[in-house]
């Protein structure tokens, strides 16, 4: 292995579509990351060329216009990404939760009418199930959706939605008054088109502003106000209200696999750069990475990249079998979040005080990778998935 983050068993057609992102990440993406990052600007151009290259369709049947590539090719490409600027595949993730989302359960008029303009990236998408009193508890939405006649009508706000005012086509989790005993039944997903932009971009609907973050710029994050938006019933993901919770998990299994590959990707570069600064900085005469104490250093943070790296193959090669992947995405998150953040802390320590000056590419890192540990669920819901499960594999009774 002459470099991290390999792997085996790959197509002929899978390792050409890596190269040519990967030349696409140092080529295009790499020189301006930084200076897009500090602007907060969002990368136009950068979004363009992906959807001219056929990344907004990847895994989008080829029925409908995609690529019909698999999981783990997406989270393939999602590191290299990652590895130029972690903003870009956020651009991404939210877009294929939502492709995911119609493919896997939308009616069939629901997919062919979004899924060829999802492909192309004509439609982008974003989906949202946080509010601002709630992230991980979902069964405690509040937001609802009445049915009036035969529209429903939502209220409410929703919160920490990526994308939000860029995209065009939302999935939104919300409350719906069904009756069932337990809260979880009675959420239903909606998919709705609306303008990109800010302010009311349609009647009842209003995106406010981007919510000024640390890190994770050049990415619109934004609340979302309901106030008396009406919404045909054939908008119901699905068709079938009620069964929103079920979908949108499904739908993060294949989000967590994406953060996990994006803090994979992270991790790589802060190596990387790690790695290239130790080789270059001297102090007492010879090479800091001659060092035993840096040396040792950069032989744990390569370590970590791979061993994360192999979790994240493990998980979206699960999901591709047809198996359900919540115990595989849930470690794979945990650990390549952690393991990122600490990662990129070592290679913040072998740049010395450089780390801390704005313009250095750590710099921008070490603000990024804190992100990884929230997105998609914390690091404590994790846990609490994985201990589930792996309870109820090793079962006492």
């Given at each position: 292995m002459t470099r991290l983050c390999d792997t085996a068993d790959l197509s002929d057609v899978q390792r050409e579509m890596l190269r040519t992102v990967r030349t696409f990440v140092d080529s295009e993406i790499l020189p301006v990351a930084t200076e897009l990052e500090a602007a907060d600007e969002y990368p136009t151009e950068i979004v363009a060329t992906m959807k001219a290259m056929g990344i907004f369709g990847l895994m989008i049947p080829e029925e409908f216009g995609g690529l019909g590539e698999s999981l783990l090719t997406y989270a393939l490409v999602v590191e290299e990404l990652?590895?130029?600027?972690?903003?870009?595949?956020?651009?991404?993730?939210?877009?294929?939760?939502?492709?995911?989302?119609?493919?896997?359960?939308?009616?069939?008029?629901?997919?062919?009418?979004?899924?060829?303009?999802?492909?192309?990236?004509?439609?982008?998408?974003?989906?949202?199930?946080?509010?601002?009193?709630?992230g991980s508890d979902v069964a405690a939405i509040t937001t609802t959706a009445t049915l009036d006649g035969d529209q429903y009508v939502i209220n409410g706000q929703k919160m920490w939605l990526t994308n939000g005012g860029t995209s065009s086509l939302v999935a939104v989790l919300v409350r719906t008054p069904l009756g069932h005993k337990s809260p979880h039944q009675n959420l239903t997903t909606f998919l709705i088109e609306k303008t990109p932009g800010f302010g009311e971009v349609a009647p009842g609907l209003t995106i406010p502003g981007k919510i000024d973050k640390m890190g994770y710029k050049g990415i619109d994050t934004t609340e979302m106000l309901f106030d008396g938006f009406r919404i045909s019933a054939d908008e119901v993901l699905g068709g079938e209200p009620g069964r929103g919770f079920y979908q949108m998990?499904?739908?993060?299994?294949?989000?967590?696999?994406?953060?996990?590959?994006?803090?994979?990707?992270?991790?790589?570069?802060?190596?990387?750069?790690?790695a290239a600064?130790?080789?270059?900085?001297?102090?007492?005469?010879?090479?800091?990475?001659?060092?035993?104490?840096?040396?040792?250093?950069?032989?744990?943070?390569?370590?970590?990249?791979?061993?994360?790296?192999?979790?994240?193959?493990?998980?979206?090669?699960?999901?591709?079998?047809?198996?359900r992947n919540d115990l595989e995405a849930g470690m794979a998150k945990y650990l390549a979040s952690e393991y990122c953040h600490e990662v990129v802390e070592d290679a913040f320590r072998i740049h010395g005080g450089y780390g801390f000056a704005k313009g250095f590419e750590i710099e921008r890192l070490y603000r990024e990778a804190p992100m990884l540990l929230i997105g998609e669920g914390t690091a404590d819901i994790q846990r609490m998935i994985i201990g589930r499960r792996l309870l109820e594999n090793y079962s006492a009774q």
């Open positions: 990652s590895r130029g600027w972690m903003s870009v595949s956020g651009i991404v993730n939210t877009h294929f939760i939502v492709a995911h989302l119609i493919g896997q359960h939308g009616t069939p008029e629901q997919q062919a009418r979004y899924l060829p303009r999802l492909a192309t990236g004509e439609l982008t998408g974003a989906f949202s199930m946080s509010e601002p009193a709630l998990m499904d739908g993060v299994e294949v989000g967590r696999v994406n953060v996990a590959a994006r803090a994979v990707g992270v991790a790589h570069r802060a190596f990387e750069l790690g600064y130790a080789q270059t900085r001297e102090t007492f005469g010879k090479p800091i990475a001659s060092h035993q104490a840096v040396l040792f250093r950069l032989a744990e943070m390569g370590t970590k990249v791979e061993a994360a790296h192999q979790m994240v193959v493990r998980a979206a090669r699960v999901k591709d079998a047809g198996s």
